[in-house]
């Protein structure tokens, strides 16, 4: 057999923050599903298959250019004429600019999971609270690489719209069930209150914004000796969504919340605490899990 090299924890590419994952290590991130799924037995959410691109303008009109342009991966694509690219063609050889014409197109890799949640209720007026469950690889030009950092990723969110009341009161629920899953993953968490790193002028006063009004808790635990980072976080955008969408929830524009688990950094997590072995780990640990069959 070809050799992979270590089949349990990720393998490099030779590019930051980009990993293969082989099958050890994928069964933890499929026990970390089995957990998601058994925490949000006690809803009905309805699940979306997400791709790893989105609309260009459902990013645009979400804020996320003005936010964070420098996260954003873009997709470019060369629209010129076959006489034009036997212009360009030399230049891959050579190692010049082939991609000198490359022009964007109407994708963008997507940043986060829930997004295209919201975007695909624009304009529904809802009855009752949308609760819809996502995963999706997900796409952040991080300027950095440290251990936990990557820049492809999956994310799995669980997503509320409806009425400031449930958003409000279903996040601080949800925020509080997770922190109690975590410890019973055997993981030291901190819950604490956070912001985005939003960029450029006016950076400081969104985030104590942020802040002010608690839209964002992390939940950070220990991924690898000595690193700590949120490997889920706990969200609620008022009613940012559903003005720019148009959806309405008792009479008002709807507010929305979401908890958005990081699927490689929780396995990370995972691993640090109780080993590579995921089949070796505590019997309360797997039986967190979803009883351990991944
Ligand atoms: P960080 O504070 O580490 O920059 P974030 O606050 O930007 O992350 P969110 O937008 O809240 O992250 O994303 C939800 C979750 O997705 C995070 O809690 C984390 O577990 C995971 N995540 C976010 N960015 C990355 C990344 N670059 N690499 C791996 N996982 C990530
Ligand atoms: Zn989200
Ligand atoms: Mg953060």
Redesign the pocket.
Known sequence: MVNLGDTDLPLDTGVP?VFLSPPGFERVVDLLRAGVAALAADEPFQRLIIPPVISRATIERAGYVQAFPN?LGTVHGYGGTPSGWSRLKPLVEQGGEWYAQQQIGDLVLL???CYPVYATIAGQTLDDAAKVTVEAS?F?Q?ATSEP????????L?LVTVATEEHCLKWRAARLEQVEGWFTDLGLDVSVEI????FFGAGRKVYQAAQRMQEL?W??RVPVTDGTV?????A?YHKEHFGDIFGITAGGEPAHTSCV???????AFALIARHGKDSTQWPAEVLAALGGGHA
């Open positions: 923050g996260l940043p986060a999971a997900c952040r991080e936990g950092r990557l820049r492809s990723f999956r994310m969110e956070a912001d985005d790193p964002k992390e939940l980072q949120a490997v889920a976080s969200n958005a688990f990081g699927l490689e950094r929780l």
